[in-house]
């Protein structure tokens, strides 16, 4: 079955970097996009960055963007999210999940999640 | 970006009785691409509904997603009592970034 298990997190001072990552297992990692989604505590979900599947196409949410950058290694079947200049504001749950679409055609949908790990930034 | 808006932010209903959870977006949503997700205490979400109406495999026929435009609805026929928990609904119409709802809390009354 679908297996996707986060790890990186910590915590870690505002201005610093932390690298997130997402192993894959269940399935054909390299032919399906790939997602960030963060849950702030106690707050809502708020997606983060999408890469396609041979990850020449990005996006990421407006918050994040020029200070995050997303990932993969197909060879390793592992997702990274790349996370500088950290703030406050960033400290969540962060959970990789999986589109259902395949190569260049992606759902936009979360099929299936991984558990999350939390990052925390604080001085 | 597209906002999305859901309503009310808690519901608090009886087991048995029937939910109703509305998602607006402040644009169209193309081809409805609008999802629902469940989320209980210490879990990733699950995701219920795609395509505005479609349930995702291994979900219970109670679920059920209907709308167009910019309403949509995520209805809860009869409720169980694991069905209590927060539910958040997902554009992804047109080029990222999707965004979520902020999320409607679904409680034991």
């Known amino acids: 079955q679908v297996e996707l298990v986060e790890s990186g997190g910590g915590v870690v001072h505002p201005g610093r970097s932390l690298r997130l990552s997402c192993v894959a297992a269940?399935?054909?990692?390299?032919?399906?996009?790939m997602y960030w989604v963060r849950q702030a505590p106690g707050k809502g979900l708020e997606w983060v960055a999408v890469?396609?599947?041979?990850?020449?196409?990005?996006y990421y949410a407006d918050s994040v963007k020029g200070r995050f950058t997303i990932s993969r290694d197909n060879s390793k079947s592992t997702l990274y999210l790349q996370m500088n200049s950290l703030r406050d504001e960033d400290t969540a749950v962060y959970y990789c999940?999986?589109?259902?679409?395949?190569?260049?055609?992606?759902?936009?949908?979360?099929?299936?999640w991984g558990q999350g790990t939390l990052v925390t930034v604080s001085s | 970006e597209v906002v999305l808006t859901q309503s009310p932010g808690t519901l608090s209903l009886s087991p048995g009785e029937r939910a109703t959870l509305s998602c607006r977006t402040s644009?169209?949503?193309?081809?409805?691409?609008l999802a629902w997700y469940q989320q209980k205490p210490g879990q990733a979400p699950r995701l219920l509904i795609y395509g505005a109406s479609s349930r995702a495999t291994g979900i219970p026929d109670r679920f059920s997603g209907s709308g167009s435009g910019t309403d949509f609805t995520l209805t809860i026929s009869r409720l169980e009592p694991e069905d209590f928990a927060v539910y958040y609904c997902?554009?992804?119409?047109?080029?990222?970034?999707?965004?979520f709802g902020q999320g409607t809390k679904l409680e034991i009354k």
């Open positions: 999940a999986k589109d259902e679409g395949y190569y260049g055609v992606w759902s936009g949908y979360l099929i299936y």
């Open positions: 997902q554009q992804y119409g047109s080029s990222p970034p999707y965004t």
């Open positions: 890469i396609s599947y041979d990850g020449t196409n990005t």
């Open positions: 269940g399935f054909t990692f390299s032919t399906q996009a």
């Open positions: 644009q169209g949503v193309v081809s409805n691409y």
